[in-house]
């Protein structure tokens, strides 16, 4: 089993940033692709950034620029730097860890992010 754990949500105005931290703990696999997801109300989960073991990135077209995804593998933490925030951010963010083999989804329990205009 693999836990974990979101902070850094909150409340900003656009144009301003948050960071939001991940720690996982628990079996974590050594091949696996970490990263960020979110949810707005009335939508559907949607992918923002990921990061592999490789230390590849993938970025939603919609932050790129905007958003860096960042990895501590001493620290099992994956972070996400949000800058020039805008109201369509607002959203809970959740992390997600994938394990490849077999595949299988591990989810935090997300961190609310609010933008104001």
């Known amino acids: 089993q693999v836990q974990l754990v979101e902070s850094g949500g909150g409340l900003v105005q656009a144009g301003g940033s948050l960071r939001l931290s991940c720690v996982a703990s628990?079996?974590?696999?050594?091949?696996?692709?970490m990263g960020w997801y979110r949810q707005a109300p009335g939508k559907q989960r949607e992918l923002v950034a990921t990061?592999?073991?490789?230390?590849?990135?993938n970025y939603a077209d919609s932050v790129k620029g905007r958003f860096t995804i960042s990895k501590d593998n001493a620290k099992n933490t994956v972070n996400l730097q949000m800058n020039s925030l805008k109201p369509e951010d607002t959203a809970v963010y959740y992390c997600?860890?994938?394990?490849?083999?077999?595949?299988?989804?591990?989810w935090g329990q997300g961190t609310q992010v609010t933008i104001s205009s």
């Open positions: 997600n860890l994938k394990r490849l083999v077999p595949r299988y989804d591990y």
């Open positions: 628990g079996s974590i696999p050594s091949i696996n692709v």
């Open positions: 990061i592999n073991s490789l230390m590849n990135t």
